[in-house]
């Protein structure tokens, strides 16, 4: 046989094989669209209730679970605590196939002097596996929830920077009643030399934490003592110099 009729032949045989493959996979190991609106909760004084809405886009019905953590920032890391400070109804719920599902929020503790942060876990229930189905594909959606206390409350930041041998980590403090969210955070030089954070990073900052942000090491790092521009989008425009100290 030809090198090329061959490699025609062994070409359509593999096209066939994945075909057959796809045939064989079960439907219900492809993952199912669900949305939600809104994507964050803001509830003023006074509010005491809110709704959210479960959007089943996908071809098969899907049963949710939805449970509420009070959430906290430490060590960089977001910090989740089972609270019954806000109830949600139903618990748990199946949306047929293009359908919705009202979730009712009743909020139990109103913030008391600063904003209280929680987050709603809404996570998909995988269907019963058949015999010889495939891989179940499962969603997790998590939305953040900001409770205002009676008083006006607003962020207030401040940064610096720290190196830590060959690490560079930009610092931010959020001593004020709310939270704040930090987005396109880029440090640059008088040089052009030019950094931004890693990536994945939360943008958010709670009330009253530090957090620390891994910056992304290009070229000849700052030295301890060294001014770099500080911009970035949070609640209004951040635009600042920022000076390099070493790590304690």
């Known amino acids: 046989m030809k090198p090329c009729k061959q490699s025609r032949l062994m070409a359509a045989a593999q096209a066939v ?7 064989c996979i079960d439907p219900l190991s492809r993952a199912q669209a669900l949305s939600v609106s809104p994507v964050n909760l803001v509830l003023l004084s006074g509010d005491r209730s809110a709704i959210l809405t479960l959007t089943n886009k996908g071809e098969n019905e899907t049963t949710v679970q939805i449970r509420i953590f009070a959430w906290n920032q430490q060590d960089d890391k977001d910090q989740l605590t089972e609270t019954a400070a806000i109830m949600a109804g139903p618990p748990m719920a199946t949306i047929a196939p293009g359908g919705n599902q009202i979730i009712r929020l009743l909020l139990r503790q109103p ?15 995988p269907p019963a596996v058949k015999t010889g189905g495939g891989l179940q594909m499962v969603l997790r959606l998590s939305i953040p929830v900001f409770v205002q206390p009676p008083t006006a409350a607003s962020s207030h930041l401040q940064f610096r920077l720290e190196r830590q041998g060959e ?18 955070i880029v440090l640059s030089a008088g040089d052009a030399r030019e950094w931004k954070i890693a990536p994945g990073a939360s943008p958010y900052i709670l009330s009253g934490v530090t957090r620390r942000w891994p910056v992304e090491v290009q070229g000849a790092l700052p030295l301890p003592g060294e001014s770099l521009r500080l911009t970035a989008q949070a609640g209004m425009a951040i635009d600042q110099e920022v000076r390099v100290a070493a790590a304690p």
């Open 17 to 23: 094989a994945a075909i057959l493959l796809l045939l």
């Open 167 to 184: 690490k560079l980590f930009l610092v931010g403090i959020n001593d004020g009643l709310r939270h704040d969210l930090i987005r396109g």
């Open 111 to 125: 913030a008391q002097g600063r904003e209280a942060t929680y987050r709603i876990l809404v996570d998909q229930i």
